[in-house]
């Protein structure tokens, strides 16, 4: 899956060496960074000229603290290769004012040009990025209150659920759309379902993934688990 999905990635950047990508945490993720790190270093894939945003970011966590998106994406990926810091953008979660920090994260990705490839990841039950089922599909750059079933799942990186922060800023389901592609990565039992009710083509809020059926670009990387309610 990692492979695949890193091979998909390294053909933009050959294609396009000053493309925008859009990127994602989770666990999922990690063998793909793991992969673009290694062709990096085997074959010396450039991202000089590349630009990156990331799709979300905690409210309330500084960029140092290990369960931050921040620290997530420079351990996984930007510190590993030769991408200019200042070329790579993640919403600010300590913002003093993060109505303001929203209306300029999604006025920087159009500024920059959008994204030309946009990497996600899913949720069990749809969400991309942190949009929850019952998001507006023309919903832009905000925050959310993090529900609880996102908060259980993601409690592992924490000590402890009640340390999991409550918000976080999330580029919207239309910022999202606006990529030119989508990669959506996929892996385990437990992604089983939500799997099977995206591919009945049904386009719901209340599986925000489902608004993908959509998009005229979708790839989907996905591996023998998450594909076992087809
Ligand atoms: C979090 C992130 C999402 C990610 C999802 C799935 O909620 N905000 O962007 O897609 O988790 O993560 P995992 O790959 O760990 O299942």
Do not use: W
Not at 92 to 100: H, M, P, R, W
Not at 120 to 127: A, F, S, V
Request: aromatic share 6%; hydrophobic share 35%.
């Amino acid at each position: 899956m990692s492979r695949k999905a890193a091979d998909i990635i390294n053909d933009q950047v050959k294609k396009k060496p000053n493309s925008v990508l859009g990127l994602a945490t989770g666990g999922t993720m990690m063998g793909a960074y793991a992969a673009l790190v290694d062709d990096y270093k085997q074959n010396g894939t450039s991202y000089q000229q590349i630009k990156t945003v990331n799709l979300d970011e905690y409210i309330g966590l500084e960029p140092e603290h290990p369960n931050s998106y921040h620290y997530y994406i420079n351990g996984h990926f930007f510190n590993r290769v030769d991408i200019p810091k200042d070329q790579t953008y993640l919403p600010n979660g300590l913002a003093k004012d993060i109505e303001a920090e929203c209306q300029h994260y999604e006025s920087l990705i159009e500024q920059i040009g959008g994204m030309d490839l946009q990497l996600l990841g899913i949720g069990q039950n749809g969400h991309i990025g942190f949009n929850e089922p019952g998001t507006s599909f023309e919903s832009t750059t905000h925050i959310v209150e993090l529900a609880s079933l996102m908060r259980q799942a993601n409690s592992c990186f924490f000590n402890r659920l009640e340390k999991v922060p409550t918000h976080a800023i999330t580029m919207g389901i239309a910022t999202i759309m606006k990529s030119k592609k989508i990669l959506l990565l996929v892996s385990g039992k437990k992604k089983a379902h939500i799997i099977a009710q995206l591919f009945t083509g049904k386009v719901t809020t209340q599986i925000p993934a489902s608004i993908l059926n959509t998009h005229p670009n979708v790839i989907v990387i996905a591996d023998q688990e998450a594909l076992s309610l087809l």
